[in-house]
């Protein structure tokens, strides 16, 4: 009985032929790294080694997404991307109102929404109501300071909320509500 062994070749001691055969061991090892393919679609192990090396071969000594970044910077990036610019600084004003308008203004009335440049704010009564109409061009010119220019084109006084005559045991459909009765 003889043992024949396979034939390899001398070893070069430049190095690369050592580095050849571990990379072709480590493939053919269970759970090994998959042997590099030519051609062909990428395989999710090389969308998973690009998405991770940015699409560089590896990573360098050169800052990229990788490396540890500012929280304000991130956030930055996120609120550019997703274009909550504007949303954030009518947060930020519905945030600081009382500022913008006065404590005692602000203890009567409050912004309920701003779309499409129309700002709604609510009033306890109707007196602030009318107070608020008057003083509106001075308000809509200072949030326009604070928003930026035309962000704010008109203001929409509601007085408070009131009972609605509306409904009840003795509402009429089409009626002209508690005034039909007085007269």
């Not at 609120?79 to 005692?104: C, K, P, T």
Request: with cysteine.
């Amino acid at each position: 009985m003889t043992d024949e062994q396979p034939v390899e070749p001398p070893h070069d001691d430049g190095g690369l032929d050592y580095a050849r055969a571990a990379a072709r061991a480590a493939a053919r090892a269970p759970g090994g790294v998959p042997a590099r393919r030519r051609g062909g679609p990428p395989s999710d192990a090389d969308k998973r080694r690009t998405r991770r090396t940015g699409g560089r071969g590896g990573s360098g000594a050169h800052p990229d997404d990788r490396d540890p970044q500012l929280l304000e910077g991130l956030v930055e990036r996120m609120v550019s991307s997703h274009g909550w610019e504007l949303d954030l600084r009518v947060q930020q004003v519905f945030g600081r109102w009382s500022e913008i308008v006065g404590a005692e203004v602000a203890d009567h009335c409050r912004p309920e929404s701003l779309v499409d440049g129309r700002l709604v704010v609510r009033t306890d009564a109707t007196a602030w109501a009318t107070q608020l109409k008057l003083v509106a061009p001075t308000l809509v010119r200072r949030l326009n300071e604070e928003l930026g220019h035309g962000t704010v084109t008109v203001i929409d006084v509601l007085g408070p909320h009131l009972p609605s005559w509306k409904r009840g045991p003795r509402s009429v459909r089409d009626g002209r509500g508690p005034r039909d009765t007085y007269g």
